[in-house]
């Protein structure tokens, strides 16, 4: 009894969400929990072969989760995932989870322009355009919520990851913006900050 009830004031029935590299680390997890409760939800990564086993066992979870091969730090391809959801969800979209993003541990004078330019556009221009976006489905659903996966590192100074650090930093500013400049759609927008949490991003920076 205790348990149905738990379920039905947590119940995301009904709901539709976006989660940005949802095949490995937080993103996956987070796409198990939202369709766990009810969601309907799309996700993305780069790697098509890994998308497609993930989109499997989802699927032999009874988990309703479709997927796009699409690389965020690609404006185009960004507008063709958006394009793509919303044709899937007709247009309504509950949940944006800004949940892909990288990392590069260097130290600051050894950091490259490319490299600049990567870690901005995977990080901080794709949540930013995605959400752009993503703002006429989130107010169509009346009820819209943005989550930008941000950093402890964006609080915070760590050796070696100004560039990542400035991408976090950027992002916590931006979901305080956003909250204000779209509440009035019924969009609500919050910031996630973790700490090290064991994904293959950390293992890739801890042992490169
Ligand atoms: N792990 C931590 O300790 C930690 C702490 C604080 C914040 N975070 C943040 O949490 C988020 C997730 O981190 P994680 O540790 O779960 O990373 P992860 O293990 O590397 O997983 C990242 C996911 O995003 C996808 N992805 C990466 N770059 C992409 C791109 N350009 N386009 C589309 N998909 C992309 C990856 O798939 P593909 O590589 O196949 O594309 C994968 O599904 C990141 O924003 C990270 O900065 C992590």
């Known amino acids: 009894m205790e348990q149905s009830n738990r ?8 709901m539709t969400a976006l989660v940005t590299g949802g095949t490995k680390g937080i993103g996956h997890a987070i796409v198990e929990e939202l369709a766990g409760f009810g969601a309907t939800v799309h996700t993305c990564s780069r ?7 993930c989109l499997q066992e989802w699927a032999d979870m009874n ?3 479709t997927g796009s091969v699409c690389d965020v730090s690609s404006r ?5 995932l958006m394009e793509r959801v919303s044709s899937i969800f007709q247009g309504k979209l509950t949940i944006l989870i800004n949940n892909a993003g990288t990392g590069i541990v260097k130290p600051t004078l050894d950091c490259t322009a490319e490299e600049y330019s990567y870690l901005m556009a995977t990080n901080l221009e794709s949540s930013f355009h995605l959400s752009q976006m993503a703002h006429p489905l989130l107010k169509a659903s009346g009820r819209g919520s943005i989550v930008f996966i941000s950093s402890i590192a964006g609080l915070k100074s760590f050796k070696n990851m100004s560039i ?5 930093g950027a992002l916590n500013q ?7 400049e779209w509440a ?3 969009i609500r927008t ?11 991003l950390l293992n890739s920076v801890c042992y490169s």
């Open 76 to 80: 185009a391809e960004r507008e063709r």
């Open 164 to 168: 990542y650090s400035a991408t976090k």
């Open 47 to 53: 790697n098509e072969v890994e998308l497609k086993k």
């Open 190 to 200: 919050n910031c996630i900050a973790p700490g090290p949490i064991a994904t293959p």
């Open 7 to 14: 379920a039905q004031r947590w119940s995301l029935s009904g």
């Open 184 to 186: 009035n759609d019924s």
């Open 63 to 65: 988990l309703v989760v």
């Open 174 to 180: 931006l979901t305080k913006n956003l909250a204000c």
